[in-house]
């Protein structure tokens, strides 16, 4: 069973920076996509972030110029980085991956906590 696991969540003042990591149990071949969701309290989930085994990479408005979404050597892992923090990015953060010929992601992490509170 394929796991992803987050982590690197937290509390952080608005204006700070965090960033978040995200690994596979196990190495998963021929992934087209990973990418990084949000979930805030009341809220649905929402995307953030996706990195395209291209290496292309896209952004939702609400962060762009502030977030950096990257992959590490190991193509299954995928890191956040958050700078500029402001409250309404408190959240449960989610890492996602999609196989290749898939429409959707079809491997998901248990989500990490960010906090942006002063």
């Known amino acids: 069973q394929v796991q992803l696991v987050e982590s690197g969540g937290g509390l952080v003042q608005p204006g700070g920076s965090l960033g978040l990591s995200c690994a596979a149990s196990v190495s998963i071949p021929r992934l087209s996509a990973m990418a990084w969701y949000r979930q805030a309290p009341g809220n649905e989930r929402e995307w953030v972030a996706t990195i395209f085994d291209s290496g292309l990479r896209s952004y939702a408005d609400s962060v762009k110029g502030r977030f950096t979404i990257s992959r590490g050597a190991a193509k299954s892992t995928v890191y956040l980085q958050m700078n500029s923090l402001r409250p309404e990015d408190t959240a449960v953060y989610y890492c996602?991956?999609?196989?290749?010929?898939?429409?959707?992601?079809?491997?998901w992490g248990q989500g990490t906590q960010v906090t942006v509170s002063s």
């Open positions: 996602a991956a999609r196989s290749n010929g898939r429409a959707s992601y079809n491997y």
